[in-house]
């Protein structure tokens, strides 16, 4: 769709069947906005059984780019739009730890923490870029022994997922006031932020959770390009 290279604000609605990309909102999960672009979809195509899907699955704590395909011929390449790499502003939260690691919690604030001085923050953060492993969330959707691993978790069993090797190209320190650091994150396909956001504070020695997540880009498509969710609930 050559559309996903002018700006959504400027676009009436995306053409459809095809891909495009909406700005999901705080408070709502990936397949819920899925479900009320499959609404509008089915209305406006006249199309009962139009297959819709989406790509790079964003929590509801999380905001930002969420791209979307409407047709069965599109969903079927989503994975090559979502594959590239992907630009998150996420705020870490030291002195602080969370059994999710986000804001969902519970939350454990940790007594004896050291400020971390500005040079610390940013020496930690650049040991994270390039190919590193990654310890994933045990709050998550990867499956363990056949099960999500979050419904293990959620029954609060000891889930150790196992380290997967993900790419980081850039952590750019965009403002710290303690406790929060505020970051530019440009990351492959399989990064979880909040890991990220762990472990940053672990290798400060104060703990943290990752408090705020907009994601900005996933490959071509920016928050520029992307289409208003209100708009499809008209």
Known sequence: MTQKHQSAREQDMPDVPGVFAVDKPLGI?????VAIV?????QTLGEKNIKVGHGGTLDPLASGVLVIAVGRAYTREIAQYVSADKEYVARVTLGSTSATDDAEGPIVKRAGVSVPSDVDVLRVCAQFEGDILQMPPAFSALKKDGERAYTKARRGEDVVLQP???????IEVLAYVYPDVQLR????KGTYIRALARDIGEALDTGAYMSALRRTRVGVFTVADTFDMDAFEG
């Open 29 to 33: 999960s990936s397949a819920r906005a």
């Open 164 to 170: 997967r090797p993900v790419h980081i190209a850039q």
């Open 38 to 42: 499959k609404k509008w979809a089915r």
């Open 185 to 188: 994150i440009v990351c492959g």
